[in-house]
């Protein structure tokens, strides 16, 4: 069973930048397939960006341009770099992490606990 632990959240200026990290442990062939998603207070969780394990990467229209999604295979761990935040990005961000990108973006892979997100002045 794979452990993911997000890190990297907080409190952050409109217009600023935040980068996130999903740590994976307990598992023999590392992070292939991985996901950001976010849930907003009063919201269901939503798909942010995602990446396969051949490094192809999607993300939602409303975070192109301004979020990267990245993986580090010697560290075992995927990061989402986030640029230009806006306060509509406010919400907790949970990585998930599978070896089929299927199951990630369908948020069947393993969770993480996530972390917060706070884009305010």
């Known amino acids: 069973q794979v452990q993911l632990r997000e890190s990297g959240g907080g409190l952050v200026q409109p217009g600023g930048s935040l980068t996130l990290s999903c740590a994976a442990s307990g598992s023999r062939f590392g992070i292939t397939a991985a996901a950001w998603y976010r849930q907003a207070p009063g919201k269901q969780r939503e798909l942010v960006a995602a990446?396969?394990?051949?490094?192809?990467?999607n993300y939602r229209e409303f975070v192109k341009g301004r979020f990267t999604i990245s993986r580090d295979n010697a560290k075992n761990a995927v990061y989402l770099q986030m640029n230009s935040l806006k306060p509509e990005d406010t919400a907790v961000y949970y990585c998930?992490?599978?070896?089929?990108?299927?199951?990630?973006?369908?948020?069947?892979?393993?969770w993480g606990k996530g972390t917060l997100v706070t884009v305010s002045s």
């Open positions: 998930n992490a599978d070896t089929s990108v299927l199951a990630v973006v369908t948020g069947r892979g393993n």
């Open positions: 990446l396969t394990r051949n490094g192809r990467t």
